[in-house]
């Protein structure tokens, strides 16, 4: 086996995979690369991605290495695996050729090609050429991604050329083609490029009238006219929204193993939307997603973005259920800043830095102190919801207000805390006996009515009681409950924003109002009975409305209750033991149900007389403390700071709440980003990414070996948590950063043909590929950068030559390139998930075209106090909340929707820079029997009855609806043969499953 190399060299090779037992047939050694072959641009990447894991820094098995050059001609314990200028006796090429068929490498996973053996043959025969200083480490930088962005000149085409020449785009693809001898297709039919158009740009097909009317304009400009009618549409931003939330990876529930829901998540989403739509300036869009709050303050979009930074999965339990003290809960941190950079650096700037977690890249230039320097950047970032006002103008003068109570408190508080140091003990001591006697005292078992939980808190919730007769009542009192659930007390479930009212029918059609505390946030009472004067209204029903609930804890809101009393005017309880009734409930007796709420058990505290005596007294031991001119400083304080509640309370209630990256404090709260400096936490160096053997601490900085971009931050000491992500968001925008606009520009083109310039969307870097039209690639990402429109790119791109030929094969070309990478024709694709699920329910005439908003939910959750379960097949299909497009459906992580992964979602949990594109037997069984597809089917069933006379008709007119043309008369025979067998429901299904309803042409 080891007979053409011997020796201790043989025997080590062998064992460290460069020999090895072949699986490889034998093939004849590739002719060599005639052109000079270029070390860094040609070799390196083949030996980086095949060889150096095994003969590279780390390890040198069989004494080899191939990342340098002095040890690599050296050539291990033999001496013969690279001889430059021969490459018959260069016993690397023998084992990477297959030459040897017992003896082949690399030993397991992808093998080379045999082009990737010509090159390395060529570069022998040429001398083996290294970079001058002998490394192959001597300019990491020098790759195409990190060159300098500069425009390159566009092709002259040849004079007479029968491929029109649009714009640049098809000047650089046609030139590409030519050296290689390849032609481009003629130009789309008009039914084609209108269903192309519409699906790209909006996600939705076009109408039957609407591609008629197309196909027959015969004005010049009619392709451009349809271009600009699409790229306005409010759909542009659903769809390309979509496709960004896939980078992002963004989903509404933590995942991990409680996938807990997210259910303010949302406003990221239609941020999205809203930029796209307004084609924002990219570089804003980047900037605002990384530091919005710092860059734009006041604006909602600069809050709303910053959803960018919680997108991704979260460890509830490593965060939430474990301190930061313990290991877990350190890794768990540690993996939550983990995700801020690689999300951060994968999204913009198409780099994997990563893999550089636990030591030094080992094909870029990313040093390990740089990813830490990154995670340096996050160190203040948490996740959390947060409470902000859309409304900047709202934003500005809460936040002045705000100031201002601050500043009041702290005047209080000084003059206070002088007061009570000179009345001494007696002060602290009656501080002591009043919160005493607010504690609760009795606390039955029989807690009271507990409604249903709610992911948002503006969902009205009521319940009633029966009388048994008319009374006239002289108030209502409702008692409040008390729970030590997420240690909140007193108070618990009361309701923000309610109404009480009486009647005489159980549905409360003409009311009489007892009381309306609906237009403004009403005080959690504590365990302060509410009494609401009914001054004689009468009726047979008490009905309590809550009309803004109260959270329970961050992901859900309720309505409890303890006791509603009704008491007439001789003062009896006219609800004692009367039936409830209300919209829902939570029925977990003896805690809670809805008889409690008339059982005459509720919590109760100390006697009023008590605290309101011991507050007289402290109030007169405080005013003897004070000196005049305290006391006079002290009202003024006090009055200053009530006045500035005061004006709190009449501002709009409009405050919504986004789960955003929030501020870390060091004690589990959260304060405004940007606004408030937060503590970062300090970070540390982890060799091989330990967190129990930190190393030196490091400061925040960007990627250092970019070319002409700066290597650190200009901050100074005592700057604010913000300005960190501030300067990273600049840095990552600089004109001069050519990564992010490359990235970009390859993104917008995958989208259009099914595959980027660069196949590798997220990776950039030498384990990534090589751009097929590389000129192309950067004339595309200087005019992003100099126009900074996205639109200005999709408009480019779709009004090309390129763009518009047509998607028929050509077998001979298809020898030549079957992956149609040099583009002689366009990519015949499957649409995506969420657009055949779109396009369904818009062939059925039920497509709910309302745009944000909170997301609709297809799922029913079970056991959502732990860990919820996610219950698709519970789902009616005809719940016309469900019926909007697929981009505002709830995104579960743990538990894909299973009719949306047949056909190839994303999967939230991870980054998906390029989606799978199968066809499987799995895809047609969905489209044919989900619960969906079969309503669906039948709302287009009846649909089409009133088009025609009878089922062959119909079920022509469902085809004409799902494809934009006629059927054909076979098909129209087959299609109706079909119907009066199976019904015409059943057709519809079938035509809801052609090719040609889930392909874009």
Same mark, same amino acid.
């Given at each position: 086996?080891?007979?053409?190399?011997?020796?201790?060299?043989?025997?080590?090779?062998?064992?460290?995979?460069?020999?090895?037992?072949?699986?490889?047939?034998?093939?004849?050694?590739?002719?060599?690369?005639?052109?000079?072959?270029?070390?860094?641009?040609?070799?390196?990447?083949?030996?980086?991605?095949?060889?150096?894991?095994?003969?590279?820094?780390?390890?040198?098995?069989?004494?080899?290495?191939?990342?340098?050059?002095?040890?690599?001609?050296?050539?291990? +314990?033999?001496?013969?695996?690279?001889?430059?200028?021969?490459?018959?006796?260069?016993?690397?090429?023998?084992?990477?050729? @297959?030459?040897?068929?017992?003896?082949?490498?690399?030993?397991?996973?992808?093998?080379?090609?045999?082009?990737?053996?010509?090159?390395?043959?060529?570069?022998?025969?040429?001398?083996?050429?290294?970079?001058?200083?002998?490394?192959?480490?001597?300019?990491?930088?020098?790759?195409?991604?990190?060159?300098?962005?500069?425009?390159?000149?566009?092709?002259?085409?040849?004079a007479a050329v029968a491929f029109p020449i649009r714009n640049p785009i098809d000047a650089y693809v046609l030139a590409?083609?030519?050296?290689?001898?390849?032609?481009?297709?003629?130009?789309?039919?008009?039914?084609?490029?209108?269903?192309?158009?519409?699906?790209?740009?909006?996600?939705?097909?076009?109408?039957?009238?609407?591609?008629?009317?197309?196909?027959?304009?015969?004005?010049?400009?009619?392709?451009?006219?349809?271009?600009?009618?699409?790229?306005?549409?409010?759909?542009?931003?659903?769809?390309?929204?979509?496709?960004?939330?896939?980078?992002?990876?963004?989903?509404? /529930?933590?995942?991990?193993?409680?996938?807990?829901?997210?259910?303010?998540?949302?406003?990221?989403?239609?941020?999205?939307?809203?930029?796209?739509?307004?084609?924002?300036? !990219?570089?804003?869009?980047?900037?605002?997603?990384?530091?919005?709050?710092?860059?734009?303050?006041?604006?909602?979009?600069?809050?709303?973005?910053?959803?960018? =930074?919680?997108?991704?999965?979260?460890?509830?339990?490593?965060?939430?259920?474990?301190?930061?003290?313990?290991?877990?809960?350190?890794?768990?941190?540690?993996?939550?800043?983990?995700?801020? *950079?690689?999300?951060?650096?994968?999204?913009?700037?198409?780099?994997?830095?990563?893999?550089?977690?636990?030591?030094?890249?080992?094909?870029?230039?990313?040093?390990?102190?740089d990813y830490y320097r990154l995670q340096a950047v996050f160190a203040a970032i948490d996740r959390a919801d947060r409470?902000?006002?859309?409304?900047?103008?709202?934003?500005?003068?809460?936040?002045?207000?705000?100031?201002?109570?601050?500043?009041?408190?702290?005047?209080?508080?000084?003059?206070?805390?002088?007061?009570?140091?000179?009345?001494?003990?007696?002060?602290?001591? =009656?501080?002591?006996?009043?919160?005493?006697?607010?504690?609760?005292?009795?606390?039955?078992?029989?807690?009271?009515?507990?409604?249903?939980?709610?992911?948002?808190?503006?969902?009205?919730?009521?319940?009633?009681? +029966?009388?048994?007769?008319?009374?006239?009542?002289?108030?209502?009192?409702?008692?409040?409950?008390?729970?030590?659930?997420?240690?909140?007390?007193?108070?618990?479930?009361?309701?923000?924003?309610?109404?009480?009212?009486?009647?005489?029918?159980?549905?409360?059609?003409?009311?009489?109002?007892?009381?309306?505390?609906?237009?403004?946030?009403?005080?959690?009472?504590g365990l302060t009975a509410v009494r609401l004067p009914a001054n004689g209204a009468k009726g047979r029903y008490v009905?309590?409305?809550?009309?803004?609930?109260?959270?329970?804890?961050?992901?859900? !809101?309720?309505?409890?209750?303890?006791?509603?009393?009704?008491?007439?005017?001789?003062?009896?309880?006219?609800?004692?033991?009367?039936?409830?009734?209300? =919209?829902?409930?939570?029925?977990?007796?003896?805690?809670?149900?809805?008889?409690?709420? /008339?059982?005459?058990?509720?919590?109760?505290?100390?006697?009023?007389?008590?605290?309101?005596?011991?507050?007289?007294?402290?109030?007169?031991?405080?005013?003897?403390?004070?000196?005049?001119?305290?006391?006079?400083?002290?009202?003024?304080?006090?009055?200053?700071?009530?006045?500035?509640?005061?004006?709190?309370?009449?501002?709009?209630?409009?405050?919504?709440?986004?789960?955003?990256?929030?501020?870390?404090?060091?004690?589990?709260?959260?304060?405004?980003?940007?606004?408030?400096?937060?503590?970062?936490?300090?970070?540390?160096?982890?060799?091989?990414?330990?967190?129990?053997?930190?190393?030196?601490?490091?400061?925040?900085?960007?990627?250092?070996?970019?070319? @002409?971009?700066?290597?650190?931050?200009?901050?100074?000491?005592?700057?604010?948590?913000?300005?960190?992500?501030?300067?990273?968001?600049?840095?990552?925008?600089?004109?001069?950063?050519?990564?992010?606009?490359?990235?970009?520009?390859?993104?917008?083109?995958?989208?259009?043909?099914?595959?980027?310039? *660069?196949?590798?969307?997220?990776?950039?870097?030498?384990?990534?590929?090589?751009?097929?039209?590389?000129?192309?690639?950067?004339?595309?990402?200087?005019?992003?950068?100099?126009?900074?429109?996205?639109?200005?790119?999709?408009?480019?791109?779709?009004?090309? &030559?390129?763009?518009?030929?047509? &998607?028929? /094969?050509?077998?001979?070309?298809?020898?030549?390139?079957?992956?149609?990478?040099?583009?002689?024709?366009?990519?015949?694709?499957?649409?995506?998930?969420?657009?055949?699920?779109?396009?369904?329910?818009?062939?059925?005439?039920?497509?709910?075209?309302?745009?944000?908003?909170?997301?609709?939910?297809?799922?029913?959750?079970?056991?959502?106090?732990?860990?919820?379960?996610?219950?698709?097949?519970?789902?009616?299909?005809?719940?016309?909340?469900?019926?909007?497009?697929?981009?505002?459906?709830?995104?579960?992580?743990?538990?894909?929707?299973?009719?949306?992964?047949?056909?190839?979602?994303?999967?939230?949990?991870?980054?998906?820079?390029?989606?799978?594109?199968?066809? /499987?037997?799995?895809?047609?069984?969905? =489209?044919?029997?989900?619960?969906?597809?079969?309503?669906?089917?039948?709302?287009?069933?009846?649909?089409?009855?009133?088009?025609?006379?009878?089922?062959?008709?119909?079920?022509?007119?469902?085809?004409?609806?799902?494809?934009?043309?006629?059927?054909?008369?076979?098909?129209?025979?087959?299609?109706?043969?079909?119907?009066?067998?199976?019904?015409?429901?059943?057709?519809?299904?079938?035509?809801?499953?052609?090719?040609?309803?889930?392909?874009?042409?």
């Open positions: 086996m080891f007979c053409r190399l011997a020796g201790p060299a043989a025997v080590a090779l062998a064992a460290a995979g460069l020999l090895a037992a072949g699986h490889l047939d034998a093939q004849p050694a590739p002719p060599a690369k005639s052109p000079p072959v270029d070390f860094t641009k040609d070799v390196k990447p083949i030996l980086d991605r095949h060889c150096v894991s095994c003969h590279g820094p780390e390890k040198q098995k069989g004494g080899l290495r191939l990342d340098r050059r002095a040890d690599a001609l050296r050539g291990g +314990d033999s001496g013969k695996a690279i001889v430059a200028g021969n490459a018959n006796d260069s016993y690397l090429l023998k084992l990477v050729s @297959g030459a040897d068929p017992d003896n082949v490498m690399p030993p397991r996973g992808e093998r080379l090609t045999a082009a990737q053996v010509g090159v390395l043959r060529s570069w022998v025969e040429q001398g083996a050429r290294w970079p001058d200083d002998g490394s192959a480490a001597a300019n990491p930088a020098d790759w195409w991604s990190l060159k300098p962005l500069t425009r390159p000149p566009v092709p002259t085409p040849p590409t083609l030519r050296t290689r001898n390849l032609s481009p297709s003629p130009e789309a039919d008009r039914r084609t490029l209108i269903r192309r158009l519409s699906f790209d740009l909006i996600g939705l097909p076009p109408t039957p009238e609407e591609i008629d009317a197309f196909a027959a304009d015969p004005a010049p400009d009619a392709y451009e006219k349809l271009v600009e009618k699409l790229l306005a549409s409010p759909h542009f931003g659903e769809r390309w929204a979509r496709h960004w939330l896939d980078v992002v990876h963004f989903g509404e /529930t933590h995942g991990y193993d409680k996938d807990q829901p997210r259910p303010n998540a949302w406003p990221y989403r239609d941020y999205v939307i809203r930029a796209f739509n307004a084609d924002k300036p !990219y570089s804003r869009f980047v900037q605002e997603q990384i530091a919005g709050d710092v860059l734009f303050p006041g604006t909602a979009d600069g809050f709303e973005a910053l959803g960018f =930074l919680s997108a991704g999965p979260w460890d509830f339990i490593g965060h939430v259920e474990l301190p930061e003290s313990k290991i877990d809960g350190r890794v768990a941190r540690h993996l939550d800043r983990d995700d801020f *950079v690689s999300n951060t650096v994968g999204s913009f700037l198409s780099l994997t830095a990563h893999c550089a977690q636990c030591h030094n890249h080992k094909f870029d230039p990313i040093p390990q102190e409470q902000y006002d859309p409304d900047p103008a709202t934003g500005a003068k809460r936040t002045e207000l705000t100031a201002k109570r601050s500043a009041a408190q702290e005047r209080v508080s000084r003059i206070e805390s002088a007061a009570k140091a000179k009345a001494g003990p007696e002060l602290v001591e =009656l501080d002591k006996q009043i919160a005493a006697a607010k504690q609760p005292g009795a606390r039955p078992a029989e807690h009271g009515y507990h409604s249903a939980i709610e992911a948002q808190p503006d969902r009205a919730k009521w319940v009633q009681v +029966d009388l048994g007769e008319t009374v006239a009542l002289d108030r209502v009192v409702l008692r409040p409950c008390h729970d030590d659930f997420n240690s909140i007390g007193a108070g618990f479930g009361f309701p923000v924003r309610f109404k009480v009212e009486v009647s005489d029918d159980a549905a409360f059609a003409r009311p009489a109002l007892v009381a309306d505390h609906t237009a403004a946030d009403f005080p959690n009472p009905r309590l409305t809550a009309t803004r609930l109260v959270s329970r804890m961050p992901t859900d !809101y309720i309505l409890a209750v303890s006791e509603l009393e009704a008491i007439d005017a001789a003062g009896a309880n006219r609800a004692a033991g009367k039936a409830a009734t209300s =919209l829902d409930s939570i029925e977990a007796a003896p805690r809670w149900r809805r008889s409690n709420l /008339t059982d005459g058990k509720f919590p109760t505290g100390t006697a009023t007389e008590d605290v309101t005596a011991l507050t007289a007294r402290r109030a007169k031991r405080f005013d003897d403390a004070l000196a005049p001119a305290d006391a006079v400083a002290w009202r003024a304080a006090v009055a200053d700071r009530d006045g500035a509640d005061l004006e709190l309370r009449k501002l709009p209630p409009t405050q919504r709440t986004a789960y955003v990256g929030a501020v870390h404090t060091g004690s589990g709260n959260f304060v405004g980003t940007g606004t408030n400096a937060g503590r970062p936490r300090p970070i540390h160096l982890l060799p091989r990414g330990d967190v129990t053997k930190p190393g030196r601490e490091v400061q925040p900085g960007p990627l250092s070996q970019l070319p @002409g971009l700066p290597a650190a931050f200009d901050l100074p000491p005592n700057h604010r948590e913000g300005d960190r992500r501030a300067a990273l968001a600049r840095w990552v925008t600089d004109s001069k950063n050519p990564l992010v606009w490359r990235s970009a520009a390859n993104r917008v083109w995958q989208y259009h043909f099914g595959r980027g310039l *660069v196949e590798t969307p997220n990776d950039f870097g030498r384990m990534g590929a090589l751009p097929t039209h590389p000129e192309l690639l950067d004339w595309l990402a200087a005019e992003l950068r100099d126009r900074d429109s996205l639109k200005h790119l999709h408009r480019l791109i779709v009004t090309s &030559s390129t763009y518009r030929q047509g &998607s028929a /094969t050509n077998a001979e070309y298809a020898r030549a390139d079957a992956d149609n990478r040099f583009l002689w024709r366009q990519n015949r694709r499957k649409l995506e998930a969420e657009v055949v699920r779109d396009s369904i329910l818009w062939a059925a005439g039920k497509l709910d075209r309302t745009m944000g908003g909170p997301s609709f939910r297809d799922f029913v959750v079970e056991r959502p106090e732990h860990s919820p379960h996610y219950q698709y097949h519970l789902h009616n299909p005809n719940d016309p909340a469900s019926h909007r497009r697929a981009v505002y459906r709830f995104v579960v992580r743990s538990k894909q929707q299973p009719f949306m992964a047949a056909l190839d979602c994303a999967d939230p949990s991870l980054a998906v820079d390029r989606r799978n594109q199968t066809i /499987t037997p799995q895809q047609a069984l969905a =489209l044919l029997n989900n619960r969906l597809a079969v309503t669906m089917a039948g709302h287009l069933a009846d649909r089409v009855r009133p088009l025609a006379t009878d089922d062959t008709g119909r079920a022509a007119a469902a085809f004409r609806i799902a494809t934009g043309r006629a059927p054909t008369p076979d098909e129209r025979r087959s299609l109706g043969d079909y119907a009066a067998a199976h019904g015409l429901p059943a057709a519809c299904r079938v035509v809801l499953n052609l090719n040609e309803f889930v392909f874009a042409d």
